[in-house]
């Protein structure tokens, strides 16, 4: 019985896998729009994403636990960092579906049934060219002028990201599903 490798050219698969981006190409954005566990799961959706991870952003505490950001004494959001391909996927893209089809830029610190400042909606800017995306996109919306509501969604630069508790991190994948945060379609702007 020959047990030996089959030679090179048999175990060449017949179609080659595509080369993962090199890191230095990756970028990473950052966003607040309510519970981050369904945030996260309608980025990770989304092709040229290539990793994300919750935690939280834009407070004055260090280190803070999700149980001391849900007592609405640490001033942060729960934030969803995105670590995406720019050649695949663009900081507009990412910055439209984020105001359009996650959720509604409208409300001031709630996301349907979540109520509290750590539901509230922030683009946290890692550089020039991320707020002036994020601002244009913003004002392009609200020219519409498709909702009655006003754009509520603050555009700051990144501060420190605290990264949340290892059982939020793909939450709903963990969970085999989720209802806490659905995309929305545009339904905000009468879409």
């Known amino acids: 019985m020959d047990i030996t490798s089959p030679s090179p050219d048999i175990a060449t698969p017949l179609v080659p896998e595509a080369a993962p981006p090199a890191a230095e190409t990756l970028r990473t954005a950052s ?20 990793a994300t991870r919750v935690g939280y952003a834009g407070g004055r505490t260090d280190h803070p636990s999700y149980a001391q950001v849900c007592s609405h004494t640490t001033g942060h959001a729960e934030t969803v960092e995105v670590v ?18 996650i959720h509604d830029p409208t409300q001031l610190n709630r996301q349907g049934p979540d109520v509290g400042d750590q539901y509230r909606s922030a683009i946290f800017v890692h550089d020039a060219e ?11 919306l609200a020219a519409q002028n498709r909702s009655r509501r006003s754009i509520v969604t603050e555009v700051t630069d990144a501060p ?28 905000w702007m009468g879409g």
Do not use: N
Not at 161 to 184: D, R, S, T
């Open 31 to 50: 966003f607040a729009g309510g519970c981050f566990w369904g945030v996260e799961d309608a980025f990770r959706r989304l092709p040229g994403v290539i």
């Open 160 to 187: 420190r990201f605290w990264e949340a508790e290892e059982y939020h991190q793909q939450y709903f994948e963990k969970q085999g599903g989720g209802a806490c945060h659905l995309p929305m379609g545009g339904r």
């Open 84 to 101: 995406y391909d720019p050649a695949r996927i663009s900081y507009e893209q990412l910055v439209t579906a984020f105001l359009v089809d």
């Open 130 to 140: 991320q707020r002036e995306v994020a601002e244009r996109i913003i004002a392009g």
